[in-house]
Structure formats: C-alpha cells, structure tokens
C-alpha cells in the first residue's frame, strides 16, 4: 500500500511518497517562483507546479498507482490573489487525479496539526518535532514534514497506521474514512 501527501504551495510544494510499512519512497520539493506579472504568467506557473509534481510521482512510482493521495486544504488565511492562486494549483492537481482515477482526500491543516501533536493549533516547529519524535522522518522543511504527515495520515484512514494511534488521531481517521 502506498500513499502520497502533496502539501501545494506556489512557493515549495511538498511531496511525501510512503510505502505501509514506513519506508518512504520520496520526500521532496518542487520549488516555483513567479515569471512575470500577468495573468497568463500566473497561470503557467500553476501548470508548471503541477506538472512538476506528477512528473517526480511518475518517477517514483513509474508503474504503480497509489492506493490514496492526501492533500492539504486551502489555507483560509491566504487572501486575494495568493487565495485565488492556491486555489487553481489545488483544483488542478484534484481534477489530475480524477483524470488518472486516482482516489484522493482533503485533510486541513487544523485536522492534520491535531493527528501530528493533539492539538489543531500546533506551530510548525513543533509539527516537524512530533513527526521526527513520533516517526523518525526529519525534514529541514516544513513543507515536506507536512507533506509526510499527510501521507501517514492517509495510511491510517486507510487502516495502516504507522503507530498505535491516540484518542484524537483516533478521531481525525474517523472523520477522513468520510471521505474514502
């Protein structure tokens, strides 16, 4: 069984490619950075980072399917152009998968903060702290400390959970298998 977290960003996305038995196939970034002003620069941009992305899944998992792709949620606090910006890269990336019939699941920042540190307001330095205390993964990035958090999420609301799992992991896989 093998999930994928994609924590998209326009900045560092952050892609965390995990096998049920721990092993991690993949911890990267794809990085972007703006190629002018214009709308049509924008969304070449969006194209790009996507692409980007599915390319390094295709590399890694050249002839397999993952069995789930998490993704983070939109960042409600991101405004104007930076919401309607992240907005495109997520929507592509979700009608990707509906392309390639992959089954994937949407998992908000405050509900993956919870299932990492119990607590749905974690700082992101205590997020790459408990995934490095809890499962060993140590990232210089929050970006792919939350993209392997989003993948061992999937595992277990897939029924794969890496560790015997907390009252309120417990309750965040109740709430994700709604979406499987």
């Not at 993209?147 to 061992?152: D, N, P, Q, T, V």
Request: hydrophobic letters at 45%; charged letters at 25%.
């Amino acid at each position: 069984m093998i999930t994928i977290g994609l924590d998209l960003s326009l900045v560092k996305s952050g892609i965390a490619i995990i096998k049920d038995n721990g092993t991690v196939l993949y911890s990267g970034l794809i990085k972007s950075k703006p190629s002018g002003d214009k709308p049509l620069h924008e969304t070449k941009r969006i194209i790009k980072i996507v692409e980007d992305v599915f390319e390094k899944i295709d590399e890694i998992l050249p002839k397999e399917d993952p069995d789930l792709v998490v993704i983070e949620g939109l960042a409600f606090m991101a405004k104007g152009t930076s919401l309607v910006q992240l907005s495109g890269l997520n929507y592509i990336a979700r009608a990707i998968l509906t392309e390639l019939e992959w089954p994937f699941m949407i998992v908000q920042a405050t509900t993956l903060k919870k299932f990492i540190t119990q607590k749905g307001n974690a700082e992101k330095d205590l997020m790459m702290m408990a995934i490095f205390k809890d499962y060993g993964f140590e990232s210089q990035d929050n970006n792919q400390g939350d993209a392997y958090g989003l993948s061992i999420c999937g595992l277990a609301a897939l029924g794969k959970s890496l560790k015997k799992l907390t009252i309120p992991q417990q309750e965040v896989v109740s709430l994700l298998q709604k979406q499987l």
